[in-house]
């Protein structure tokens, strides 16, 4: 069997969770069998953390895999995928791990199983380094969706850094094969939304200034558009542990979402929180493109599997995204190229991501 293995070199590039989770997704879709060697080797704690472990082990179950070399620390797998079957799977980090990150490695998977499926992520929900759960539902959903899916995400309780708690389920029908997205025009702002949001022992005062700030920051690149940053303190039932952090949302008048958010950790003043996020989001504003710096590299897959072109302008081009394209390359028949924009604003940083998807089929509907 080992002369028909993918070999996977999990150093290279971003050399973290991304090139497992990508690479194990379409190994799953595939039905390749994979080595990952190296994994997370210039991290420092290379290795896999629960994190990464969890999202291996929802992989091999929604497909009745066989998985070696997964423990915590082990830098080499091996991953046999089987047939991927709907229903209902769990997975949790135990952690803090981000449940949005474990979302990331099975939704596609599940996008093409027999019957429609049932995941419940258990972890932190507003994790550091991981897009927010509020990021998924606001900003991936409504986008990734173009791809012609749909999902339902139902946030049953939210977890925090160190302890994690939070669970979110996520429900999905298989679809026939994905459509091709095209986000090529980004048409003006016409709205600016979100969250600031505090739960456990932090009062709602610290969410009432996140919100102020952040307004206050836009508001000097951005005078005329009305801004409706929500301050909200999450119910003690429905939130785990003591957490704070902002989202920010621009929509545009072609259906963009692009936003800027950010977390709040014991000795990091409110006004700075909502200002990082408020900053993050008129930068991504700036570049002229259509999604954002967190939204570029998870569109990756689905365009990969998409049948036919996907066209998305975006702002310079991330090593999470370069990642996402190298392994996709190497894995499916997909071919991506990356130009700069021709725009007429020279001083813009935007190039179009386009892909000739390998149109994957599901079998099974």
């Given at each position: 069997?080992?002369?028909?293995?993918?070999?996977?070199?999990?150093?290279?590039?971003?050399?973290?969770?991304?090139?497992?989770?990508?690479?194990?997704?379409?190994?799953?879709?595939?039905?390749?069998?994979?080595?990952?060697?190296?994994?997370?080797?210039?991290?420092?704690?290379?290795?896999?953390?629960?994190?990464?472990?969890?999202?291996?082990?929802?992989?091999?179950?929604?497909?009745?895999?066989?998985?070696?070399?997964?423990?915590?620390?082990?830098?080499?797998?091996?991953?046999?995928?089987?047939?991927?079957?709907?229903?209902t799977h769990i997975a949790d980090t135990k952690t803090a791990g981000s449940v949005c990150l474990l979302m990331q490695v099975a939704?596609?998977?599940?996008?093409?199983?027999?019957?429609?499926?049932?995941?419940?992520?258990?972890?932190?929900?507003?994790?550091?380094?991981?897009?927010?759960?509020?990021?998924?539902?606001?900003?991936?959903?409504?986008?990734?969706?173009?791809?012609?899916?749909?999902?339902?995400?139902?946030?049953?309780?939210?977890?925090?850094?160190?302890?994690?708690?939070?669970?979110?389920?996520?429900?999905?029908?298989?679809?026939k094969e994905l459509s091709p997205i095209s986000l090529t025009e980004r048409g003006t702002v016409t709205k600016i939304y979100g969250?600031?949001?505090?739960?456990?022992?932090?009062?709602?005062?610290?969410?009432?200034?996140?919100?102020?700030?952040?307004?206050?920051?836009?508001?000097?690149?951005?005078?005329?558009?009305?801004?409706?940053?929500?301050?909200?303190?999450?119910?003690?039932?429905?939130?785990?542990?003591?957490?704070?952090?902002?989202?920010?949302?621009?929509?545009?008048?072609?259906?963009?979402?692009?936003?800027?958010?950010?977390?709040?950790?014991?000795?990091?003043?409110?006004?700075?929180?909502?200002?990082?996020?408020?900053?993050i989001l008129l930068r991504n504003l700036k570049h002229g493109g259509t999604v954002d710096d967190s939204l570029q590299d998870q569109?990756?897959?689905?365009?990969?599997?998409?049948?036919?072109?996907?066209?998305?302008?975006?702002?310079?081009?991330?090593?999470?995204?370069?990642?996402?394209?190298?392994?996709?390359?190497?894995?499916?028949?997909?071919?991506?190229?990356?130009?700069?924009?021709?725009?007429?604003?020279?001083?813009?940083?935007?190039?179009?991501?386009?892909?000739?998807?390998?149109?994957?089929?599901?079998?099974?509907?």
């Amino acid at each position: 069997m080992d002369g028909d293995r993918v070999e996977i070199d999990g150093g290279i590039m971003e050399g973290g969770g991304q090139i497992l989770r990508v690479s194990t997704a379409l190994s799953c879709l595939l039905g390749l069998p994979l080595r990952v060697r190296r994994i997370r080797a210039g991290r420092s704690q290379p290795g896999l953390r629960p994190q990464h472990l969890s999202g291996l082990e929802i992989i091999r179950d929604l497909c009745e895999g066989k998985l070696e070399g997964g423990e915590i620390g082990s830098t080499e797998i091996t991953f046999t995928p089987g047939k991927i079957k709907g229903g209902t799977h769990i997975a949790d980090t135990k952690t803090a791990g981000s449940v949005c990150l474990l979302m990331q490695v099975a939704m596609p998977c599940v996008l093409f199983a027999a019957s429609p499926s049932e995941l419940r992520l258990k972890g932190g929900t507003n994790a550091e380094m991981a897009p927010q759960i509020d990021y998924t539902v606001m900003v991936f959903k409504p986008i990734v969706e173009k791809f012609n899916f749909t999902f339902n995400c139902d946030i049953k309780k939210r977890g925090y850094y160190p302890q994690g708690g939070g669970e979110v389920v996520v429900q999905m029908s298989p679809v026939k094969e994905l459509s091709p997205i095209s986000l090529t025009e980004r048409g003006t702002v016409t709205k600016i939304y979100g969250r600031a949001f505090v739960a456990g022992a932090l009062p709602i005062k610290l969410a009432k200034d996140m919100s102020a700030a952040a307004v206050r920051c836009i508001r000097k690149e951005i005078r005329d558009l009305y801004i409706n940053i929500q301050p909200v303190r999450e119910p003690d039932d429905q939130a785990f542990g003591t957490g704070s952090g902002i989202i920010v949302v621009a929509e545009t008048s072609t259906g963009c979402l692009l936003a800027g958010s950010s977390l709040g950790k014991r000795g990091k003043n409110a006004d700075k929180v909502g200002i990082e996020a408020a900053e993050i989001l008129l930068r991504n504003l700036k570049h002229g493109g259509t999604v954002d710096d967190s939204l570029q590299d998870q569109l990756i897959i689905f365009m990969a599997l998409a049948k036919g072109v996907s066209r998305v302008k975006s702002g310079p081009i991330t090593l999470h995204t370069q990642t996402a394209i190298h392994f996709a390359e190497q894995l499916t028949k997909a071919k991506f190229t990356v130009t700069k924009s021709e725009e007429e604003d020279p001083s813009k940083d935007t190039y179009i991501i386009e892909c000739q998807g390998m149109g994957m089929i599901n079998p099974n509907v």
